[in-house]
């Protein structure tokens, strides 16, 4: 059985960096069949994808325009787990941050995500 | 971006009644593959979304039979076929068909 478990703060001083991590078991990040995912929910915005890594004999990232500039998804072979870097946040940052599966097309769940972590609420706040 | 427009954006149900969520897309969501990433997720209070349909009328692994998708290019449709008490919640329509990837408004379905 597959599960997602973040890690993270939950409150982040305005300019600084937001970091998750998302330890995955029951699967590999190395996996050819995946792409591991970072979503956000907040009021104003809804659920909004920020990016993914992913592996097909190397290493891939794609991130959304709106945060491009300041964000960062690594994968950590060694800890069977991937991660987020948000940098200079601001109040708008603040929000619920997913990790979440995205099986390969030909799979159950293909395309979709199908396995999420818990959640982390995370607030933007001198 | 792909826009995607649910609609309604709530729907009070009575138990045991049909209930239906609308979704379209601002583009097609035929990839150049031939296939259609249109996924349907639900979400409860204080809890992470979980997927119930993908591409277009997949049913997920434990998703209850009166759960069905439909639809093709760009309007979708998510139907309960008998609503329970446990089907309340938001539910949200997300394209993969092409980045970035993006979700519906959401719907919140009412248990009357």
């Known amino acids: 059985q597959v599960q997602l478990q973040q890690s993270g703060p939950r409150l982040v001083k305005p300019s600084q960096t937001l970091s998750f991590t998302c330890a995955i078991s029951?699967?590999?990040?190395?996996?050819?069949?995946?792409?591991w995912n970072w979503i956000r929910q907040s009021p104003s915005r809804g659920l909004e994808w920020l990016g993914r890594t992913y592996y097909r004999s190397k290493w891939y990232t794609d991130y959304a325009e709106s945060v491009k500039s300041r964000i960062s998804i690594n994968p950590d072979t060694s800890k069977n787990q991937f991660s987020l870097q948000l940098n200079s946040v601001t109040p708008e940052d603040t929000a619920i941050y997913f990790c979440?599966?995205?099986?390969?097309?030909?799979?159950?769940?293909?395309?979709?995500?199908?396995?999420w972590g818990q959640g982390t609420m995370v607030t933007v706040s001198s | 971006d792909i826009v995607m427009t649910q609609t309604p954006l709530s729907s009070p149900v009575t138990l045991g009644q049909p209930a239906s969520i609308s979704c379209r897309s601002s583009?097609?969501?035929?990839?150049?593959?031939?296939?259609?990433?249109l996924s349907w997720l639900q979400q409860r209070p204080g809890q992470p979304p979980r997927l119930l349909i993908y591409k277009i009328s997949n049913r997920f692994s434990g998703v209850p039979d009166r759960f069905s998708g439909s639809g093709a290019g760009t309007d979708f449709t998510l139907k309960i076929s008998r609503v329970e008490a446990e089907d309340a919640g938001v539910y949200y329509c997300m394209q993969a068909t092409q980045l970035p990837y993006t979700f519906g408004q959401g719907t919140k379905l009412e248990i009357k």
């Open positions: 979440a599966r995205q099986p390969n097309d030909v799979l159950p769940g293909g395309d979709a995500f199908d396995i």
């Open positions: 583009q097609s969501l035929v990839h150049s593959d031939g296939d259609t990433d």
């Open positions: 029951g699967d590999s990040v190395s996996s050819n069949s995946a792409a």
